[in-house]
């Protein structure tokens, strides 16, 4: 676990009555333990790193996610698991666009962090057939340059599963190929 984590007797006693409140969408009883735990909302509740907006994100609660971002601060929305995953990598591995939107409402750079295969949340929603999650994340995305983290890989990366999944819409494959040759 990381170092801000929770161990002992506090993961047996609050952490997995507050994953499990989060897993079952059940807000009034997760407030009730974070309220109790302010620092809580930015600590590692799972051996996979996950925060409490991880596990919300994963059951693809919406009112939970929404409660939370209320009480977070913008960059607790960065944190990673011990794979690397944001809460928006796992919005767009889920498909879930409207999870996607929340997020990257609250905090644009999350477009920009990859996972620890350096996968970025649009290759992400990609991979996963994720149609509308792709074109959302696409849409917001600044630019797929070098300086917000992208490489020749991860373009051609994105590139290659759009064409796999079949997901060129307008003007998607044809900017990315742009890039590519422009970039190569």
Known sequence: MSKNSVGGEDYTNICIPLYTA?????????????????KLVRCSITENCETALHIAVSAQNTKCVEELLKIMKKEDLELQNNHGNTVLCLAAAAGNRTLAEMLVNANKKLLKIPN??????????ALFRNH???????????????????????????????????????????????ILLFFS
């Open 116 to 125: 620890i295969n350096n996968m970025m949340p649009l290759y992400i929603a």
């Open 22 to 38: 989060l897993i079952k969408g059940n807000w009034k009883s997760a407030n009730l333990i974070l309220s109790k735990q302010e």
């Open 132 to 178: 509308d999650t792709v074109e959302y994340l696409y849409d917001n995305f600044p630019k797929m340059v070098d300086k917000h983290g992208w490489t020749d890989d991860t373009r051609r990366w994105v590139l290659l599963e759009c064409i796999n999944t079949d997901f060129c819409g307008k003007y998607i494959c044809w900017w990315l190929l742009r």
